[in-house]
Protein backbone atom coordinates (compact mmCIF):
# COMPACT_ATOMS: atom_id res chain seq x y z
CA UNK A 1 0.00 0.00 0.00
CA UNK A 2 1.35 3.31 -1.14
CA UNK A 3 0.06 6.30 1.10
CA UNK A 4 0.64 9.58 -1.43
CA UNK A 5 2.62 12.67 -0.52
CA UNK A 6 0.63 15.84 0.12
CA UNK A 7 0.78 18.01 -3.18
CA UNK A 8 1.55 20.98 -1.46
CA UNK A 9 3.42 22.45 1.23
CA UNK A 10 2.19 23.73 4.23
CA UNK A 11 2.89 27.40 5.27
CA UNK A 12 6.02 28.50 7.07
CA UNK A 13 4.26 29.30 9.89
CA UNK A 14 3.16 25.32 10.00
CA UNK A 15 6.30 24.31 9.12
CA UNK A 16 7.59 26.30 12.33
CA UNK A 17 5.23 24.76 14.73
CA UNK A 18 5.51 21.20 13.10
CA UNK A 19 9.36 21.26 13.52
CA UNK A 20 8.75 22.44 17.06
CA UNK A 21 6.80 20.20 17.73
CA UNK A 22 9.22 17.75 16.73
CA UNK A 23 11.99 19.47 18.52
CA UNK A 24 10.18 19.17 21.99
CA UNK A 25 9.37 15.38 21.55
CA UNK A 26 12.78 14.62 20.32
CA UNK A 27 15.47 16.76 22.63
CA UNK A 28 18.30 15.08 23.09
CA UNK A 29 18.65 13.08 19.42
CA UNK A 30 21.81 11.62 18.22
CA UNK A 31 23.01 9.46 15.91
CA UNK A 32 22.22 5.51 16.59
CA UNK A 33 24.98 4.72 14.95
CA UNK A 34 28.30 3.78 18.12
CA UNK A 35 31.47 5.50 16.98
CA UNK A 36 34.84 6.66 19.04
CA UNK A 37 36.56 9.27 16.56
CA UNK A 38 35.89 10.87 13.65
CA UNK A 39 37.08 8.19 11.36
CA UNK A 40 35.13 5.21 13.19
CA UNK A 41 31.79 7.56 12.29
CA UNK A 42 32.93 8.06 8.75
CA UNK A 43 33.16 4.28 8.41
CA UNK A 44 29.84 3.66 9.84
CA UNK A 45 28.34 5.76 7.72
CA UNK A 46 29.72 4.64 4.72
CA UNK A 47 28.91 1.02 5.64
CA UNK A 48 25.14 2.38 6.87
CA UNK A 49 24.05 2.19 2.94
CA UNK A 50 21.01 0.25 2.28
CA UNK A 51 21.46 -1.34 6.31
CA UNK A 52 20.23 -0.33 9.67
CA UNK A 53 21.88 1.08 12.23
CA UNK A 54 22.06 -1.82 14.21
CA UNK A 55 23.46 -4.16 12.06
CA UNK A 56 26.10 -2.01 11.84
CA UNK A 57 26.85 -1.46 15.42
CA UNK A 58 27.16 -5.09 15.55
CA UNK A 59 29.80 -5.26 12.83
CA UNK A 60 31.94 -2.37 13.43
CA UNK A 61 33.73 -3.49 16.63
CA UNK A 62 34.99 -5.92 14.59
CA UNK A 63 36.09 -4.24 11.77
CA UNK A 64 37.90 -1.45 14.33
CA UNK A 65 39.43 -4.40 16.58
CA UNK A 66 40.95 -5.75 13.25
CA UNK A 67 42.17 -2.41 11.67
CA UNK A 68 41.98 0.55 14.28
CA UNK A 69 42.94 3.31 11.91
CA UNK A 70 43.30 4.55 8.40
CA UNK A 71 46.70 3.29 8.31
CA UNK A 72 45.50 -0.45 9.31
CA UNK A 73 42.20 0.00 6.96
CA UNK A 74 44.70 0.96 4.11
CA UNK A 75 46.84 -1.98 4.02
CA UNK A 76 44.04 -4.14 4.71
CA UNK A 77 43.18 -7.59 2.57
CA UNK A 78 39.85 -6.62 1.09
CA UNK A 79 38.61 -10.13 1.22
CA UNK A 80 39.04 -9.81 5.02
CA UNK A 81 37.45 -6.61 5.06
CA UNK A 82 34.04 -8.22 3.19
CA UNK A 83 34.36 -11.19 5.22
CA UNK A 84 34.00 -8.99 8.69
CA UNK A 85 31.33 -6.56 7.03
CA UNK A 86 29.28 -8.91 5.07
CA UNK A 87 26.38 -8.89 6.70
CA UNK A 88 25.99 -5.29 6.01
CA UNK A 89 24.89 -6.04 2.53
CA UNK A 90 26.95 -4.95 -0.87
CA UNK A 91 29.95 -6.23 0.87
CA UNK A 92 32.00 -5.97 -2.04
CA UNK A 93 32.04 -2.02 -3.00
CA UNK A 94 31.80 -1.31 0.32
CA UNK A 95 35.05 -3.26 1.37
CA UNK A 96 36.55 -1.68 -1.43
CA UNK A 97 34.93 2.10 -0.35
CA UNK A 98 36.32 2.27 3.06
CA UNK A 99 39.75 0.36 2.32
CA UNK A 100 40.29 3.42 -0.44
CA UNK A 101 38.98 5.83 1.52
CA UNK A 102 41.34 4.90 4.09
CA UNK A 103 44.38 5.43 1.90
CA UNK A 104 43.32 8.50 0.59
CA UNK A 105 42.92 9.49 4.77
CA UNK A 106 46.03 8.47 5.08
CA UNK A 107 47.78 9.58 1.99
CA UNK A 108 46.20 13.23 1.76
CA UNK A 109 45.08 14.39 5.30
CA UNK A 110 47.90 12.52 7.27
CA UNK A 111 45.08 10.09 8.45
CA UNK A 112 42.73 12.67 9.99
CA UNK A 113 39.20 13.06 8.87
CA UNK A 114 38.97 16.12 7.44
CA UNK A 115 35.75 18.33 7.98
CA UNK A 116 35.02 20.31 5.41
CA UNK A 117 32.35 19.02 2.13
CA UNK A 118 34.97 19.36 -0.75
CA UNK A 119 36.96 16.98 0.61
CA UNK A 120 34.75 14.82 2.53
CA UNK A 121 33.11 14.42 -0.93
CA UNK A 122 36.29 13.33 -2.50
CA UNK A 123 36.91 10.35 -0.35
CA UNK A 124 35.88 7.03 -2.14
CA UNK A 125 32.01 6.27 -0.92
CA UNK A 126 31.35 9.64 0.46
CA UNK A 127 28.31 11.27 -1.27
CA UNK A 128 26.64 14.51 -0.18
CA UNK A 129 24.53 12.22 2.77
CA UNK A 130 27.20 10.70 4.02
CA UNK A 131 29.49 13.82 4.10
CA UNK A 132 26.52 15.74 5.29
CA UNK A 133 26.64 13.03 9.03
CA UNK A 134 30.06 13.35 9.14
CA UNK A 135 30.12 17.05 9.20
CA UNK A 136 27.32 17.04 11.50
CA UNK A 137 27.80 14.05 13.94
CA UNK A 138 31.63 14.31 14.18
CA UNK A 139 32.23 18.13 13.60
CA UNK A 140 28.83 20.07 14.94
CA UNK A 141 28.92 21.54 11.47
CA UNK A 142 25.69 23.03 10.07
CA UNK A 143 24.93 20.48 7.65
CA UNK A 144 21.91 18.46 7.05
CA UNK A 145 21.31 15.05 6.00
CA UNK A 146 18.81 13.36 3.80
CA UNK A 147 17.92 9.61 4.54
CA UNK A 148 15.37 7.75 3.44
CA UNK A 149 13.21 8.32 6.80
CA UNK A 150 14.07 12.28 6.48
CA UNK A 151 12.88 12.53 2.99
CA UNK A 152 9.61 10.48 4.26
CA UNK A 153 9.40 12.43 6.97
CA UNK A 154 9.92 15.82 5.48
CA UNK A 155 7.15 14.88 2.67
CA UNK A 156 4.31 14.08 5.04
CA UNK A 157 4.71 16.62 7.18
CA UNK A 158 4.22 19.09 4.17
CA UNK A 159 7.85 21.07 4.16
CA UNK A 160 9.07 20.11 0.74
CA UNK A 161 7.58 18.82 -2.37
CA UNK A 162 10.79 17.94 -3.70
CA UNK A 163 11.94 14.98 -5.92
CA UNK A 164 15.38 14.32 -5.10
CA UNK A 165 17.61 14.42 -1.31
CA UNK A 166 19.33 17.37 -2.37
CA UNK A 167 16.23 19.31 -3.14
CA UNK A 168 14.59 17.84 0.42
CA UNK A 169 17.87 19.26 1.82
CA UNK A 170 17.34 22.90 0.61
CA UNK A 171 13.49 23.28 1.39
CA UNK A 172 14.00 22.02 4.78
CA UNK A 173 17.43 24.06 5.69
CA UNK A 174 15.09 27.11 4.26
CA UNK A 175 12.40 26.72 7.26
CA UNK A 176 15.40 25.93 9.84
CA UNK A 177 17.58 28.27 11.62
CA UNK A 178 21.43 27.38 10.95
CA UNK A 179 22.43 26.10 14.15
CA UNK A 180 19.62 23.95 14.27
CA UNK A 181 20.14 21.58 10.79
CA UNK A 182 22.05 18.88 12.16
CA UNK A 183 19.53 18.60 15.45
CA UNK A 184 16.28 18.60 12.06
CA UNK A 185 18.06 15.95 10.65
CA UNK A 186 17.83 13.60 14.26
CA UNK A 187 14.02 14.85 14.77
CA UNK A 188 12.80 13.88 11.33
CA UNK A 189 15.06 10.40 11.47
CA UNK A 190 13.74 9.50 15.02
CA UNK A 191 10.00 10.73 14.26
CA UNK A 192 10.50 8.08 10.98
CA UNK A 193 11.93 5.35 13.18
CA UNK A 194 9.22 5.65 15.82
CA UNK A 195 6.01 6.63 14.48
CA UNK A 196 5.96 8.64 10.94
CA UNK A 197 6.77 4.64 9.67
CA UNK A 198 7.04 3.20 6.26
CA UNK A 199 4.54 2.31 4.76
CA UNK A 200 2.05 2.66 7.03
CA UNK A 201 2.75 5.75 9.57
CA UNK A 202 1.10 5.41 12.99
CA UNK A 203 -0.52 8.54 12.79
CA UNK A 204 -2.97 8.05 16.00
CA UNK A 205 0.29 8.58 18.43
CA UNK A 206 1.91 11.46 16.66
CA UNK A 207 2.20 14.65 18.55
CA UNK A 208 2.27 16.35 15.26
CA UNK A 209 -1.82 17.48 14.82
CA UNK A 210 -1.38 19.67 11.83
CA UNK A 211 0.35 17.32 9.86
CA UNK A 212 -1.29 17.48 6.89
CA UNK A 213 -0.73 13.86 5.95
CA UNK A 214 -3.54 13.05 8.65
CA UNK A 215 -6.69 12.64 6.25
CA UNK A 216 -4.53 11.28 3.57
CA UNK A 217 -3.66 8.50 5.60
CA UNK A 218 -6.93 8.21 7.22
CA UNK A 219 -8.66 7.83 3.79
CA UNK A 220 -5.71 5.46 2.25
CA UNK A 221 -6.77 3.33 5.45
CA UNK A 222 -10.66 3.87 5.14
CA UNK A 223 -10.43 2.75 1.27
CA UNK A 224 -8.21 -0.50 2.35
CA UNK A 225 -11.23 -1.73 4.26
S1 LIG B 1 0.44 12.73 11.46
FE1 LIG B 1 0.94 10.75 10.53
S2 LIG B 1 1.88 11.23 8.56
FE2 LIG B 1 1.91 13.12 9.78
S3 LIG B 1 3.93 13.14 10.77
FE3 LIG B 1 2.50 12.18 12.19
S4 LIG B 1 2.66 9.97 11.78
FE4 LIG B 1 3.56 11.06 10.01
Not at 32 to 54: G, H, K, N
Not at 60 to 68: E, I, K, M, S, V
Request: charged share 20%; aromatic share 6%; proline share 7%.
Amino acid sequence: MTIPFPKRKVSRAVAAEELAILARTYPHAVTALEYRTPFELLIAVILSAQCTDARVNLTTPHLFAAYPDPAALAGADQADVERIIKSCGFFRTKAKNVIAAARALFAEHGGAVPSDRESLEALPGVGRKTANVVMSVAFGEAAFAVDTHVFRVSHRLGLTLATTPRGVEDDVTKLVPRDQWRHAHHWLILHGRAICKAPIPRCGQCPVTMCPSRKIVARALAQRR
